[in-house]
Nanobody, 127 residues
């Protein structure tokens, strides 16, 4: 079992920045691929960023490329999402997710490929 707890959400003006953190506990964090998803009201959950167990492979949604940066610190069992140049359309609940995969596998980007989920943190961007 892996427990995930997100933090760092809040209210920010357009153009501002936030850094989300996801702290993991339980089994060996470094063997898990991690991802950030988001879900806005009335919309489906969508991938924001995914990162391999080593941090060497990253995948981003087109809508956040160049603005968001995903990273992880396996020594701290934590994954981060640095969000810059925020837009009102980034408003959503952001979820951290984890799945145990072998190092050679492509990092998953579909929600149904992830096994463990955090409770989510609200990000609201005002115009």
């Amino acid at each position: 079992q892996v427990q995930l707890v997100e933090s760092g959400g809040g209210l920010v003006q357009a153009g501002g920045s936030l850094r989300l953190s996801c702290a993991a506990s339980g089994r060996t964090f470094s063997t898990y691929a991690m991802a950030w998803f988001r879900q806005a009201p009335g919309k489906e959950r969508e991938i924001v960023a995914a990162i391999s167990w080593s941090g060497g492979r990253l995948s981003y949604a087109d809508s956040v490329k160049g603005r968001f940066t995903c990273s992880r610190d396996n020594a701290k069992n934590t994954v981060y999402l640095q969000m810059n140049s925020l837009k009102p359309e980034d408003t959503a609940v952001y979820f951290c997710a984890a799945v145990l995969i072998s190092p050679n596998r492509v990092v998953p980007i579909r929600a149904d490929e992830y096994e463990y989920w955090g409770q989510g943190t609200q990000v609201t961007v005002s115009s």
